[in-house]
Structure formats: structure tokens, C-alpha cells
T-cell receptor, first 111, second 113 residues
Framework: DVKVTQSSRYLVKRTGEKVFLECVQD?????MFWYRQDPGLGLRLIYF???????EKGDIPEGYSVSREKKERFSLILESASTNQTSMYLC??????????FGPGTRLTVL | GESVGLHLPTLSVQEGDNSIINCAYS??????FIWYKQESGKGPQFIID?????DKRQGQRVTVLLNKTVKHLSLQIAATQPGDSAVYFC????????????FGTGTKLQVIP
């Protein structure tokens, strides 16, 4: 079975802190994604990566950056966390097919 | 604007009955549609998909119907069980470029024992 893991299930940070969210997949998938999920808004794509060191902006990249130094790992970085970045963050990976495999999510609270 | 939406935010169904969850999409260029299930505290899980060259696809207890004429997608769950209680998302995949999926806001399915 495909496994996508995220470094933390719950995270509390203060405004202005730099935040790292890590995602690891074990199935050698080419594509990886970061979403945030908010009530009433569904899943919104922040960034995705189709190869090592490659990245593409999604629908809401402002305030975020990403890093993909290794194929299995895709990191989401909040350079200076703000309260409006309080959300559930979901990582996903996929092979060449369209199905995406999701991690359990990280619930981030920024105080 | 282009959107993927759901008709009902919450659906309550008696255990053993069939469930139907509906979804409207507006981008006629989309050629791939997916249903995901998200249980409380977990990430979304793929249920079933369908391509635009099909109008029906069946899985285990689930069927997806696609009506391209009215841009409508539905998920049918047969003999709904308590374990089916979750939020269900439809999603569309726009053609061209790298894989990128747009998700709807979700419908919460509540199964009444």
C-alpha cells in the first residue's frame, strides 16, 4: 500500500515564526502536492512538484514556499506564519495516473 | 467562473438504504473526475474515478454516473453502512499541463443506524 506520512498531526506556532511541514511518500511517485483545507472552501492547492527540484505554484501560493530535494520528500515552508494560515494541511502524491494518495494531515494553529 | 460544487452540504441516510451524492461542474474541458472519501481525522481517500468518454462506472458498492450534457456527476453508494459516514468530495482534473485537481467543498454523509 502507498503510504504518505506527514511529520506532525498537530502543530501550534506563533505569528512570525518559520514553519516547516514535512511530507514523505514511499512509492517512488513523481508528483507531490500540498493543499490546505478550510471549512466551506474545500481543498485548495498551494504548490505541487512533478520532479525533484521542480515546483509549480497552485491556486494559493502566497505566503508559502516548498522544497523537493529528494523524490520522496516534499516540504512546505511558511516563512513568517500568520494567523490566517491556521488550517489543515494535506500532502498528497501520485504516479503518472490521476489518483492522488493523501497523508493524514497536519492541523496547524498560528497564535 | 469555473467551479466544482455540490448540491447538498449534508445528507442523512438510514443504514441499508442507498445514498446518492451529487456534484455539478462547470468546466467543459475537464475530462477526468474523481470521488474521494474523507473520514474524520484522516486525509481524503480515493473511491472511484471516471473519464469523460464514459457515463457510468461501477466499483464495490459504489457507482459513479457522469452526465456531460448537464455537467453533473453523482456517486451512488448501495446498502449504506455506518462506516460510510464521512465527507465526500468530487473533483475534476483539467486537461493539459501537469496533474492538477480541483476539489469541491464536500458533502457530509451521516448514516443513521
Amino acid at each position: 500500500d502507498v503510504k504518505v506520512t506527514q511529520s506532525s498531526r498537530y502543530l501550534v506556532k506563533r505569528t512570525g515564526e518559520k514553519v516547516f511541514l514535512e511530507c514523505v511518500q514511499d512509492m517512488d511517485h513523481e508528483n507531490m502536492f500540498w493543499y490546505r483545507q478550510d471549512p466551506g472552501l474545500g481543498l485548495r492547492l498551494i504548490y505541487f512538484s512533478y520532479d525533484v527540484k521542480m515546483k509549480e505554484k497552485g491556486d494559493i501560493p502566497e505566503g508559502y514556499s516548498v522544497s523537493r530535494e529528494k523524490k520522496e520528500r516534499f516540504s512546505l515552508i511558511l516563512e513568517s506564519a500568520s494567523t490566517n494560515q491556521t488550517s489543515m494541511y494535506l500532502c498528497a502524491s501520485s504516479p503518472d495516473s490521476d489518483e492522488q494518495f493523501f497523508g493524514p494531515g497536519t492541523r496547524l494553529t498560528v497564535l | 467562473g469555473e467551479s466544482v460544487g455540490l448540491h447538498l452540504p449534508t445528507l442523512s441516510v438510514q443504514e441499508g438504504d442507498n445514498s446518492i451524492i451529487n456534484c455539478a461542474y462547470s468546466n467543459s474541458a475537464s475530462d477526468y473526475f474523481i470521488w474521494y472519501k474523507q473520514e474524520s481525522g484522516k486525509g481524503p481517500q480515493f473511491i472511484i474515478d471516471i473519464r469523460s468518454n464514459m457515463d457510468k462506472r461501477q466499483g464495490q458498492r459504489v457507482t459513479v454516473l457522469l452526465n456531460k450534457t448537464v455537467k453533473h456527476l453523482s456517486l451512488q453508494i448501495a446498502a449504506t453502512q455506518p462506516g460510510d459516514s464521512a465527507v465526500y468530495f468530487c473533483a475534476e482534473n483539467k486537461t493539459g499541463g501537469y496533474q492538477k485537481v480541483t476539489f469541491g467543498t464536500g458533502t457530509k454523509l451521516q448514516v443513521i443506524p
